[in-house]
């Protein structure tokens, strides 16, 4: 009698343990899966954040991620964290022009070429598209510091290809301004002088006009 209550015992202990042994591959399955379900919405998540910083039409940064960039650029200033940056404005020459006449397909076609442009002369910078054909970098590092000879590649190209009659080859007016620790208080200060210089810059291109 008591080798078969022992046997019965060893049999209920054996189930338990497989009872054990199974609710927890069960419960590891679902930890998994969960795992793999959070991954997947952050992944998501993630994608879609991406997505609302980009720009559709260059894939650049856009507006909302700029003014994401100033914000956190401004703390650091009033910090007194910030290191040495520039500000780079651009504007798309002749694009209006393009859109009346050529269609806004072609006029697309104008502004990721710019926008190819500017990114491949400053390419370890953020690009940010801050307006229709207008762009803008933050420039740091080896780009702060060449941010002249990388200037000027852009203002030597766009002198040529105004002087072209080839309405295709983009035309890019440009201001490059730097920060001044102790003067400028946020980085919209650094904008708007990069941003009259674009303009100074602009009515220069403008006086030889090739359309």
């Not at 992944?43 to 003014?67: E, F, H, I, M």
């Not at 393009?98 to 442009?117: A, M, V």
């Not at 690009?127 to 780009?143: I, S």
């Amino acid at each position: 009698m008591g080798s078969v209550i022992a046997i019965l015992l060893g049999m209920v202990t054996m189930l338990v343990i497989g009872v054990f042994v199974l609710s927890f591959i069960i419960l590891m399955n679902n930890c998994n899966m969960m795992s793999d379900r959070v991954r997947q919405s952050e992944a998501a998540l993630g994608l879609a954040n991406d997505r609302a910083n980009r720009d559709p039409l260059t894939s650049v940064k856009n507006k909302y991620s700029y003014v994401e960039a100033e914000n956190m650029i401004n703390q650091k200033i009033e910090n007194g964290e910030m290191e040495n940056f520039a500000v780079a404005v651009f504007d798309v020459n002749d694009l209006k022009y393009i859109n009346d006449t050529h269609g806004h397909q072609f006029g697309d076609e104008y502004i990721r070429l710019s926008c190819g442009i500017i990114c491949q002369q400053f390419k370890r910078s953020p690009v940010y598209r801050v307006g229709g054909d207008e762009f803008a970098a933050l420039l740091t590092g080896e780009d702060y510091e060449n941010r002249q000879e990388l200037g000027e590649e852009i203002s030597k190209l766009s002198i040529r290809n105004n002087s072209s009659d080839d309405y295709r080859l983009p035309v890019i007016a440009m201001g490059i301004e730097e920060y001044k620790r102790g003067e400028d208080v946020n980085i919209h200060s650094v904008f708007e002088r990069a941003d009259r210089a674009m303009y100074r810059n602009k009515k220069e291109l403008k006086k030889h006009e090739r359309l």
